[in-house]
């Protein structure tokens, strides 16, 4: 056998040094990949081993009400809501803290008694309901709160006292008004002629006045017989006695409803009425208008706003390096809010929600504003926040409040936008 040349062996030496270079790659290739399975597996047994230890115990979920959330892991939050008719008393949010347990105290939801404000005129019993109630009215009184009295009516005869005058030799005699006979036993009677008209707050007699023309001259005061309690009051708002009848009158800024007993509002800004400078918005309230002209906040630490709607601003590009504003709202939005005085409590007047949420959880809060101390924050659901009215409020008013939704992922804030709410309180309750 012939011996290799120089060449010849240079590439059987090449050659086998590529074989070689080759299985050590995928000596590696495999070594490196099955370290990789290793650590998988590493990680996933620790984390088996150390999941009880990084969960919070399960919580109760209220009667009448819902938790929203699933997670029990340290550092996150459920949220309960209650449902219609029932109030949330204890802790809204309750967050898995580091020591495996729970932050707040458990909550309950407890039923609204709509009989607190003892609804129910003229001794009447209340009976509460689901968001309602019932009066139970005593004998002589009815309406939905027990405010109008029942009249009777009868067709039996009556009588009044004649008229008599002494002659000069001792005698007498008497006569009766139209419509009256004189009777056996020296007594008028007349037949009664009349009938009882009934409305939802009032009644009244309408007489037959042909029968008995001096009882025309009698005017009852209804204004002044019904309009001063308000579980008989025949007026939402004002009365005027007239000759036999009454008429309702109504505040500048409304006007009589078809029934000539309520008022109702006048919309200014619809009909044109308002005196708006160019530029303004009008906003119709209960019994006028307002005008006014949202603005976007001036540039501020590298934070400027471009107003895209007539009630929205939305945040320019922020720079790269600047931190303070990518922390600012990237929009603020204007809302106004008509209100009638003294409005029944707890009440929701607005609500927030967003419609791109890509975050895990959602904050909301009250950050400012004039008047706050009336108002609240609560969830509705995962994904909506609500302003709640906590008491009443006397007109006229205005109330400011400003209000933040934070959305948030593992903790990190992506983004916030702020609602600038203005409440006009009118002057009455209508």
């Given at each position: 056998q012939e011996c290799l040349n120089r060449q010849q062996a240079l590439s059987v030496v090449r050659q086998m040094q590529k074989l070689l270079v080759a299985q050590e790659a995928a000596h590696l290739q495999g070594t490196r990949g099955l370290r990789h399975q290793l650590s998988i597996l590493q990680n996933h047994l620790q984390r088996l081993s150390t999941k009880r230890n990084e969960m919070c115990p399960q919580l109760a979920v209220p009667l009448n009400g819902r938790m929203l959330g699933r997670s029990l892991r340290v550092g996150h939050e459920v949220h309960f809501v209650c449902d219609a008719g029932f109030r949330l008393v204890g802790s809204e949010t309750r967050a898995c803290r580091h020591n495996r347990t729970w932050s707040g105290t458990q909550p309950f939801c407890r039923s609204i008694d709509d009989c607190s404000s003892n609804p129910c005129a003229n001794s009447g019993t209340c009976v509460d309901g689901n968001q309602s109630y019932t009066c139970l009215c005593p004998p002589g009184w009815s309406g939905p709160s027990c405010q109008s009295p029942i009249y009777s009516c009868s067709n039996t005869s009556f009588s009044r006292q004649p008229r008599c005058a002494e002659g000069r030799s001792g005698s007498r005699r008497?006569?009766?008004?139209?419509?009256?006979?004189?009777?056996?036993?020296?007594v008028c009677q007349g037949k009664r002629g009349a009938k009882m008209m009934e409305g939802e707050n009032k009644a009244w007699w309408q007489w037959d006045l042909w029968?008995?023309?001096?009882?025309?001259?009698?005017?009852?005061?209804?204004?002044?017989?019904?309009?001063?309690?308000?579980?008989?009051?025949?007026?939402?708002?004002?009365c005027l006695n007239l000759p036999g009848s009454y008429r309702c009158l109504c505040p500048s800024g409304y006007l009589l409803h078809a029934d000539r007993n309520a008022c109702e509002d006048v919309n200014e800004c619809a009909g044109k009425q308002h005196n708006c400078s160019q530029g303004d918005l009008c906003i119709n309230t209960f019994g006028s208008h307002r005008c006014v002209r949202p603005k976007c906040p001036p540039p501020r630490h590298?934070?400027?706003y471009v107003k895209t709607s007539a009630f929205q601003c939305e945040r320019n590009p922020c720079p790269m390096d600047s931190r303070a504003c990518h922390l600012a709202a990237s929009s603020i939005s204007f809302h106004y809010l008509p209100l009638q005085a003294n409005r029944t409590v707890p009440r929701v007047l607005f609500k927030m929600s967003t419609t791109r949420f890509v975050g895990d959880s959602l904050r909301f809060a009250i950050t400012g504003g004039r008047g706050q101390a009336v108002f609240a924050v609560r969830r509705s659901d995962r994904q909506t926040g609500e302003l709640l009215l906590t008491s009443p409020v006397a007109g006229p008013a205005t109330l400011e409040v400003e209000l933040e939704m934070s959305e948030f992922s593992h903790k990190v804030l992506l983004g916030k936008h702020i609602f600038k709410v203005t409440v006009f309180v009118s002057p009455y309750v209508f």
């Open positions: 008497c006569s009766c008004d139209t419509g009256f006979q004189l009777q056996p036993g020296g029968l008995f023309p001096t009882l025309s001259t009698l005017d009852v005061d209804e204004c002044q017989l019904y309009q001063s309690s308000p579980q008989t009051q025949i007026c939402l708002h004002d590298n934070t400027s």
